[in-house]
Structure formats: structure tokens, C-alpha cells
């Protein structure tokens, strides 16, 4: 049996994760806003639902439920991060309270758990931390540049965490699924449409098109969280696949472009040039 703490339990990803591991016989350390959304499954599986309230964003109570989860349960195998928001629309039409909001929720917070996490992981020997990305930490569709924002963020954080905790046996899986029929683009915020930005403006997605399934996305999670060595990046879904194929050869193409040019900009052994405060330096060869 693994003890797994998930954030983001009622709904989506979470309440799935939540219900899977449990039914399998594991523990859940499930933090939500509303622990009583929950009722229904600490009923049936007793002691091994372990809750608790919580709303990402208040970093110290975030904090503190990390810590008590550690302490009240001994070991805790398996940190997901999966509490997450989206708000779409073209840069110029976002709020400035929309921005900050889901960069705390999707970002901020992203990064805080890991940080409270890690401490615990490591005095225990090792563990997974877990983050719930998106093909969309890796490609970006127009209209959704502040959701691509979050995910691009916190893929670059994990990509340098990664090696810093190796060492203590913490490994780390960043999900990026496609797209999922979840209630997330259900609660998924709108800006308000500017007329600048009709090209933007055509039908919103519908749940019903979207070819990836809840369950076996968090089945594969839970496969992940079982093996000794885990991908880095867990990609699913055959539309991930393709979009972030395409995204990462057309990056690696213009980059590969500018092999010639990009030198210019290195010094020449031997050559004198203005230092970082204005002092002459030499370049040794």
C-alpha cells in the first residue's frame, strides 16, 4: 500500500486520482477547498482518506498541511500537484486580477508544494513529486497565452529540480496530457472579448470533441507512480504526441537555422573588449 497526497481532490483529475487509489487499496491524503465534497468516499474507505481544507494559494496554510500530512501519516510515497485553473483569452483582454490569479493557483503554488515537499521527501529517504502539466507546457495555441504561461513555468522549474533532489532519491514526473474529456473546461474562466480580437473569438471547445479519457489518463498516473524510474515528462494521448512533436521540431529547426549566426556574438581569443563595467578585458585562447 502507498500513501499519495493529492491536492485539487474535488473534482476533474483529483477526485479521479482520489477514487482510483483508493479503490486499489492505497492511501490518500486529499487537500480541497470543501473536505466534505468527500464525504461520500470517507465513508467507504474509513481511515485510509486522510483530508484536509485547503486553498493552494494561501502558502502557509499550504505549508502547514504539508507538514501534517508528513507527521500524521509517517510516509507519504507519491506528491501530486494537480490543483489547477484556466482562464482563456487573447493577452491584451485578460485582468490584471485574472493573470495574477491563475499564475498563484497554477504556478506559484505549483512551486511552493514542491518546495515543502521536498524536505519531507528527503529526510525519508526519496519519493515522487509529481506536477500535472499539459501538452500545453511544450506548444500554445493563441487565446490561451496566460494558461500557457503557467505551464511553461513550471516545466522549466521542474526541468531544474530534477537534479538538484536526484540525489536523495526523489524522482520527478511532469503530466502532460492532451486534451481530456474533464470538467476543467467547464470551470475554466472567459475574458471579456475585445472586438480587436474577433479572429480569436469562434466557438469554444466542446468536452464532447475532445478524444482523451479522465480515467485512463489517471490510470497512467498511477502506472508512473509505481515504477522505479519514471519518464521525466509523461505524455498522453495521441494528440499530445502529435502537437508537442510538431512544436519541438519546429523550435529545433529554427534554432538549428541560426548555427552559423550565432556565434558572432562570442568572443575571439586574444581579442580586448569592453568588460561587464566598462573595464577592458582580453579573452585568453
Known sequence: MKTWFVTGAS??????????????????????????????????????????????????????????????????????????????????????????????????????????????LREQGGGLLMQVSSMGGQMSFPAFSLY????????????????????????????????????FFDAAQHADELPA??????????????????????AAMIEAGERPDPPRRLVLGSDAHRLITEALRERSAEVAAQRDTAPRTDLVPGEVTGGPDGARATMCA
Open 148 to 183: 500557457h504561461a503557467s505551464k511553461w513555468g513550471i516545466e522549466g522549474f521542474y526541468e531544474a529540480l530534477a537534479p538538484e533532489v536526484a540525489p536523495f532519491g526523489i524522482r520527478t514526473v511532469l503530466v502532460e496530457p492532451g486534451m481530456i474529456r474533464t470538467s
Open 11 to 120: 473534482r476533474g483529475f483529483g477526485r479521479e486520482l482520489t477514487e482510483q487509489l483508493l479503490a486499489r487499496g492505497d492511501r490518500v491524503a486529499a487537500t480541497l477547498r470543501r473536505p466534505e465534497q468527500l464525504d461520500d468516499l470517507a465513508t467507504t474507505h474509513g481511515d485510509r482518506l486522510w483530508r484536509a481544507a485547503l486553498d493552494v494559494t494561501g502558502t502557509d496554510r499550504l505549508h502547514a498541511v504539508v507538514d501534517a500530512a508528513f507527521t500524521e501519516l509517517g510516509r507519504i510515497d507519491v506528491v501530486v500537484s494537480n490543483a489547477g485553473s484556466g482562464t482563456f483569452g487573447a493577452a491584451e483582454e485578460l485582468t490584471d486580477a485574472q493573470v495574477e490569479d491563475m499564475l498563484a493557483v497554477n504556478l506559484t503554488a505549483s512551486i511552493h508544494l514542491a518546495r515543502f515537499a521536498v524536505p519531507h
Open 197 to 218: 480580437y474577433e479572429h480569436l473569438h469562434g466557438p469554444r471547445i466542446s468536452v464532447a470533441d475532445m478524444p482523451g479519457d479522465q480515467g485512463r489518463v489517471v
